[in-house]
């Protein structure tokens, strides 16, 4: 992977008429479950991701069928949703979904180290890990405690690490999350994960969580050639 764990810190009408002389339309009849189950609808049998423009769906390999979609709230804010999107032939069905942080200064198309930005893009997720034991998880799981939050950080972020997965952004695939590799140099950055949430904005990584995080290593099937696609809801449409 990237530099080590201390780099990386830290998503919705109403009808009425008048009389006009003709039978007037009937109102909308049915029951309220019928009109939640139609609104259940629109997360099922996608055609694509929502929200995402053409640049990056058309970045989105054929072969996956697992989307971690993170929609940041805007360009400088480091609030964000994460959805989680499963594929059943050519639909996606919105699996889950969670409140999120990405980095405090928000998003970046041009990430460069420290700049307390996550970077916007479509990236492969192929490795997991973390300060605690494996929960399970389907990627491949290095425990280390390596990976532990520093204990002179203060103390809400000592957890941030106990379950990671690794954005192969500036990384080597296959490799432990906290690998210090970089092929794109130091300067671009890296150690860009998926991890637990403290409350606040990070300093790249997105963050949830501990229960999504258990879920999305669960879930997350290197068979399914899982991607996260990611960025502030502008770039993500653009």
Not at 10 to 31: H, I, M, Y
Not at 162 to 182: L, Q
Request: net charge neutral; charged share 25%.
């Amino acid at each position: 992977m990237v530099a080590s764990a201390a780099a990386c810190g830290v998503l919705f009408a109403t009808l009425t008429s008048c009389g006009d002389g003709q039978e007037p339309k009937k109102a909308d009849a049915r029951s309220a479950d019928a009109r939640e189950d139609e609104a259940d609808e629109q997360t099922t049998r996608l055609k694509r991701i929502p929200d995402v423009g053409d640049r990056l769906q058309s970045q989105i390999p054929d072969g996956s069928r697992q989307v971690v979609a993170v929609y940041g709230a805007g360009k400088n804010s480091a609030d964000s949703t994460v959805v989680l999107y499963t594929r059943t032939g050519s639909t996606w069905d919105k699996a889950a979904g969670w409140k999120a942080h990405n980095g405090r200064k928000g998003w970046t198309t041009d990430h460069h180290e420290d700049d307390k930005r996550s970077p916007v893009g479509v990236f492969t997720l192929t490795d997991a890990g973390g300060a605690l034991p494996d929960p399970g998880a389907l990627l491949p799981y290095t425990e280390s405690a390596a990976i532990q939050a520093p204990r002179y950080w203060a103390k809400p972020y000592w957890h941030d690490f106990d379950y990671v997965i690794a954005i192969d952004y500036n990384r080597v695939k296959g490799t432990a999350p906290n690998d210090p590799t970089r092929p794109q140099g130091q300067s671009k950055g890296g150690s860009i994960w998926l991890h637990m949430d403290h409350g606040s904005g990070t300093s790249a990584c997105v963050s949830l969580p501990k229960e999504a995080m258990v879920k999305l290593l669960r879930t997350l099937d290197p068979k399914q050639n899982p991607v996260v696609v990611m960025g502030d809801r502008a770039e993500l449409k653009a």
